[in-house]
């Protein structure tokens, strides 16, 4: 099972990055996909969830109208784009793939957001 995480960098303050997932070893169809992030000396905390066929999608509220995840099944790759950025988004990002007590994690991509 592999999740690898792409697309962190560096960005200034109100722009936009997109966060690719690339997923193999499972079903990726069959699994909710969510990302969460860390910030140095933070608890890593929940971002963006979509449900396996993409039919339904949850934002924390430090993100909503700014962040949108989405999937594709055919490609096995979940993403995260992210507009709007701020210096507090400045973390980790990790992505995650759930199904009942099942939980995959990538290693995650840096996303620093200053100017």
């Known amino acids: 099972v592999q999740l690898v995480e792409s697309g962190g960098g560096l960005v200034q303050p109100g722009g936009s990055l997109r966060l690719s997932c690339a997923a193999s070893?499972?079903?990726?169809?069959?699994?909710?996909m969510s990302w969460s992030r860390q910030a140095p000396g933070k608890e890593r905390e929940w971002v963006a969830t979509?449900?396996?066929?993409?039919?339904?999608?949850n934002y924390a509220d430090s993100v909503k109208g700014r962040f949108t995840i989405s999937r594709d099944n055919a490609k096995n790759t979940v993403y995260l784009q992210m507009n709007s950025l701020k210096p507090e988004d400045t973390a980790v990002y990790y992505c995650?793939?759930?199904?009942?007590?099942?939980?995959?994690w990538g290693r995650g991509t840096q996303v620093t957001v200053s100017s």
């Open positions: 995650k793939a759930i199904m009942d007590r099942v939980v995959y």
């Open positions: 070893g499972f079903t990726f169809s069959g699994y909710a």
């Open positions: 979509i449900t396996n066929l993409g039919g339904r999608t």
